[in-house]
């Protein structure tokens, strides 16, 4: 018998999570909950759901569910949490699991207090592709970390995504998008100690862009960016001493990782090849670049050069949703991969960066 749950929202990220419940090991979604009931009952008979409800209470009073996945809105997560934890189910919390690391904090210490399992749904650390990233960096297949970059940028305007624009809704691209780079970061590296940012606004008050610098132990630094305006690369690097790792585009569900050695001391960097060499390919034949097309995987397998496939079926939600299952089965009441402390330390440093870039706004009026 697997842990049963309910979805709390109906959303168009619900419909994912639903989705990849058929895709998980142990967990079983019986009950959907809208404040409307009849978005409720067209989501359920959408995607064959047993149950539906009107409101979070309802969903709460039901005995047949072990735990409550939160998809509601980002100002909502708080108080829906509350809520949950109150009640004695177990819950999972979409990101941002806070709008700041004081609200973070007062769901972890409800969950403590009524020992419930609760677990922010960073899903991005539970991809495959970046558990083993994770595994190498832990290892030291890198050498030391001395730099970590990343973006996460996709354009959006205020009309297809009001609530993005809204700062009374936990919008702006710091806290919709760079808490992925924040959380995967602080993943390999743990809390930095030092941060900085710059940020571009809206006229509603949001970042719509938005930079970060990261410092932590031991020297690295991560240099990180995420936007509502532009799309960009989507890819997170981790650059050690021995080499570097690529989390291919979308990094946060990455389905390949590439690993590159690092070049010898004596290696001419690319850039300061001569042009001859760089323009050749143009004057190669059609038969020299079919050639050389079928020879790269071999010149990239004799450097070290490795790009594996990690795909998955479905949206990717079905890792997070089977670590909470098989925590809440076995009496656990945090993930060890998503304890809450990680979950209130990125929260904190996403505080730190707001105001950072709010105290250069202010000095620039």
Known sequence: MGVTWGLWGTGRLAHQVADDFARTRNAILKAVGSRSGARARDFA???GIERHAAGLDALLHDTALDAIYVASPNAQHVADCLSVIASGKAVVCEKPFALDAEGASRIAD????????CMEAMWTRFMPSVVEAKARVDRGDLGAVRLLQGNFAYGVT????PALFDPASGGGALLDRGVYLISLAQHFLGAPEQ???VAQFHASGVDEQSTYELRFAGGAVGAFSAS???CGSNEFHVFGELGRLCLHDPFYRAHRLSYRPSKAASDEPDSMRSRSSWKAPLRASAVAQAA???LHPLIEHLAGRRTVSMSFPGHGYQFELDEASRCIAAGLVESPVMPLADSIAVMQTIDD???SFEAKRGRCR
């Open 45 to 47: 008979r959408e995607h």
């Open 195 to 197: 941060v900085d940012a």
């Open 110 to 117: 409800a969950a403590r207090l009524r020992g419930v399992f």
């Open 228 to 230: 509502l305006c532009v």
């Open 353 to 355: 960066l707001r105001r």
């Open 292 to 294: 050389r097309a079928t």
């Open 158 to 161: 205020s009309k297809n995504a």
